[in-house]
């Protein structure tokens, strides 16, 4: 979609963490938004910063990990904005710990929203941009899913899945006006998921910076997804397509590529660290 001026675009997510920056960034192209996320003072709070900017945006509230929810968000955007020209699929939960520690509910609630909601909320803008014959789908997945982050195993699950969802999407509706792409962020310094945790680490527990990227440049390769129809962005401090290439000869290099640049370390301390809050959590009998 090479014109974004008065195009309208629904962005998940909206309410914190890297959703604000992909927000900002539509905007200032011209994009009308409506704003998802379950907060509802953040998100009106968003929508009045964009606002503040001449940025046209509607917070719509709704829990995208339930099926009423996402029924919830698609209406509101239709009503706060006519039709929805982009989808840009960008809440999401992680989960960090030990695979075998994981609470069957925290492994729920991470398909449900990562897979079940991003899939469903696709599933009901469809139509309308195939009737129209334009459209665009963005999803935020992560380079975990190519890497096999340890700790991270359901996360990174679904993120690799998530590609795969772009790309048969994007194969499927091909010639029809309607594209997808996935972005594959690294580790986000500055706000969102990655930025808390980091907060969390004892100063001088630091991960390699050399797979870390800024939340402007995920917003930057939004736009360019859509603007350029790109199958797939990778957003990263250097160009990371190569060692993606490299990881899809030798799957076994990532977890070595991991353990040199200090990810799996960092990771295991971050799991123990919740481990340990999970435990004071917990009512002593
Ligand atoms: N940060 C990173 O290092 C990094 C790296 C690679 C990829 N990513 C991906 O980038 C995306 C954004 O991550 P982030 O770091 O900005 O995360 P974040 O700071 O945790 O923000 C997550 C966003 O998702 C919303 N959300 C959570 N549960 C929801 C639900 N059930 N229904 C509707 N909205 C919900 C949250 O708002 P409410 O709580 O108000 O609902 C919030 O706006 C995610 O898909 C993440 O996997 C992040």
New binding site residues.
């Given amino acids: 979609m090479r014109r974004l001026k008065n195009a309208t675009a629904i962005v998940?997510?909206?309410?914190?963490?890297?959703?604000p920056f992909i927000c900002e960034s539509l905007g200032s192209r011209g994009v009308n938004l409506a704003l998802?996320?379950?907060?509802e003072a953040?998100?009106r709070s968003q929508a009045r910063r964009l606002q503040r900017h001449g940025i046209v945006a509607a917070p719509v509230p709704?829990?995208?990990?339930t099926a009423s929810?996402v029924d919830v968000a698609v209406a509101g955007a239709a009503r706060a904005l006519g039709s929805v020209d982009i989808l840009v699929n960008?809440?999401?939960?992680?989960c960090l710990g030990s695979f075998h520690e994981i609470q069957p509910a925290a492994l729920r609630a991470i398909l449900r929203?990562?897979m079940e909601?991003t899939m469903q909320l696709t599933r009901l803008v469809l139509p309308s941009m195939l009737a129209r014959g334009r459209g665009h789908i963005v999803t935020?997945?992560?380079?975990?899913g190519a890497f096999g982050v340890p700790y991270q195993a359901v996360?990174a699950s679904t993120?690799a899945a998530l590609v795969t969802f772009m790309s048969s999407i994007r194969s499927e509706y091909r010639g029809t006006g309607v594209s997808a792409s996935a972005v594959?962020?690294?580790?986000?310094v500055g706000?969102?998921?990655?930025?808390?945790e980091r907060l969390l680490a004892p100063a001088g527990e630091r991960i390699s910076w050399a797979l870390t990227c800024r939340?402007r440049e995920?917003a930057r390769a939004v736009v360019r997804a859509i603007e350029q129809d790109r199958a797939e962005v990778t957003v990263n401090r250097f160009p990371l397509r190569p060692v993606l290439g490299l990881l899809a000869l030798f799957p076994g290099a990532g977890g070595w590529l991991l353990r040199q640049m200090g990810v799996t370390d960092s990771f295991s301390r971050a799991a123990d660290r919740r481990r340990c809050a999970d435990t004071a959590d917990t009512p002593r009998t």
């Fill in positions: 998940t997510g909206a309410s914190r963490g890297i959703g998802v996320a379950r907060s953040e998100l709704a829990d995208l990990a929810g960008n809440a999401g939960l992680e929203l990562n909601g935020i997945a992560s380079a975990a996360y993120k594959l962020p690294t580790l986000v706000a969102g998921m990655y930025e808390r939340p995920v």
